[in-house]
């Protein structure tokens, strides 16, 4: 459990990082600041292979009868590969540029087109009042964390197309009500 959280921590603030970087209305100085003091954590992280922004493209989740859109061409949305714990794994991540949404999901292993794996992790946050905090449920009656399907990687200017099925609960009691999560993601590196 504290092994997804790191992961989750570092997904989380990939995409926080890189909505900083895309964020056009953030002043320059503040810009300057931010790349500045965030260097020294995210070089070794952004220099990992496949770690890619989305230029264009859409991520789609749809939880509890509300369908969430984040937009590359001004949303952040990275496609990451992180290291942890002698093991690889794959994901996604997305902030909106409002900052009041941000989703990632995971799997084990490296990614290629044409595979189908399951979900080592996810998370979704959306700051509304009071706040929501979805992340993966650890309910015993489930069989299965869910799976990430990877339809096309790193094809011509696909960055990744795919789609992915996750069980999300509002807290992390393992005897937490859980709910069906759903997404897809068209994502283009150019």
């Given amino acids: 459990m504290r092994r997804l959280f790191y992961l989750f921590t570092l997904i989380v603030f990939m995409a926080g990082f890189s909505a900083c970087q ?87 292993g490296y990614a290629s087109s044409g595979i189908n794996v399951p979900v080592a992790g996810s998370q979704f946050l959306i700051s509304t009042e009071p706040p929501i905090q979805f992340s993966l449920s650890q309910h015993p009656s489930l069989p299965t964390t869910g799976s990430i399907t990877v339809d096309q990687f790193l094809e011509n200017s696909v960055l990744a197309k795919g789609s992915f099925v996750t069980y999300l609960a509002k807290n992390v009691k393992t005897t937490s009500d859980f709910y069906l999560a759903k997404g897809t993601f068209v994502l283009m590196s150019k």
């Fill in 22 to 108: 895309k964020d056009d209305s953030v002043k320059e100085g503040t810009k300057t600041q931010l790349k500045g003091d965030s260097s020294k954590i995210i070089a070794p992280l952004a220099a990992t292979a496949g770690n890619t922004l989305a230029v264009k493209g859409t991520l789609t989740i749809s939880v509890q009868d509300s369908t969430y859109t984040f937009d590359a061409s001004k949303d952040s949305i990275a496609f990451v590969n992180v290291y942890l714990d002698g093991k690889n794994y794959f994901g996604i991540t997305a902030i909106n540029k409002e900052h009041t949404m941000t989703f990632g999901v995971s799997a084990p």
